[in-house]
């Protein structure tokens, strides 16, 4: 049974039911992480870089691609500390996914219900993958599970202490709680090293 009356998807094109809330600072912990130089916070403090920015389809934060969509965030983040275009990252989740330029799945996270998910095994900068089950887009599934397949239908970059930074269908970028999303299942990957200078 889906959790929500989706339109086509594979780039976050549904609306997300949940209220916009105002936007809170990140806590002190996840704070203090992002002054890291490892490539997760570093992409994390990218992405913050892009709170407030409208939600549009398919947005790249550019005069003729104004806005930010839920793949665009990950691909401005991330692109922004390893150097690599918008527009070299594939837009389908499964090929994303198979081409592990947005990292490799996590083990324990490459596919699991949301009652089951153990936030211990996050880290802040992972792609997540907010699946719904038998919904179908113009892609692969991420994942099947009991005979049933799971599709994308929104992504987002874990923030710490069991939040999300994502672009909010209808709304803006911005932080919210993990429990504020309607998901079913999720998928993981975490990108690798990364170089180590300025975020841009």
């Not at 594979?10 to 002190?28: V, Y």
């Not at 409208?54 to 991330?78: H, K, M, Q």
């Not at 997540?128 to 970059?157: F, K, N, Q």
């Amino acid at each position: 049974m889906n959790l929500l009356p989706l339109s086509l998807l594979g780039a976050c094109l549904a609306q997300d039911p949940t209220p916009p809330a105002p936007e809170t600072p990140p806590p002190p912990v996840v704070a203090a992480l992002t002054a890291a130089p490892t490539p997760g916070p570093r992409a994390l403090e990218a992405g913050r870089a892009l709170i407030g920015e409208p939600y549009a389809w398919g947005g790249r934060n550019e005069p003729s691609n104004p806005g930010v969509d839920c793949l665009g965030l990950l691909f401005l983040a991330w692109g922004g500390i390893t150097g690599t275009p918008w527009r070299s990252y594939p837009v389908d989740p499964s090929k994303i996914v198979a081409s592990g330029k947005l990292g490799a799945p996590v083990p324990g996270l490459d596919g699991v219900l949301r009652a089951d998910v153990d936030l211990a095994l996050l880290q802040p900068g992972d792609v997540l993958y907010l699946l719904v089950a038998d919904y179908e887009i113009p892609d692969a599934p991420l994942w099947r599970h009991e005979g049933h397949d799971y599709w994308p239908w929104h992504t987002a970059m874990y923030a710490g202490e069991g939040r999300a930074l994502h672009a909010q269908p209808g709304g803006r970028v911005r932080h919210q709680d993990l429990d504020g999303i309607a998901w079913d299942a999720l998928y993981v990957t975490r990108p690798g090293e990364a170089p180590t200078g300025p975020v841009r």
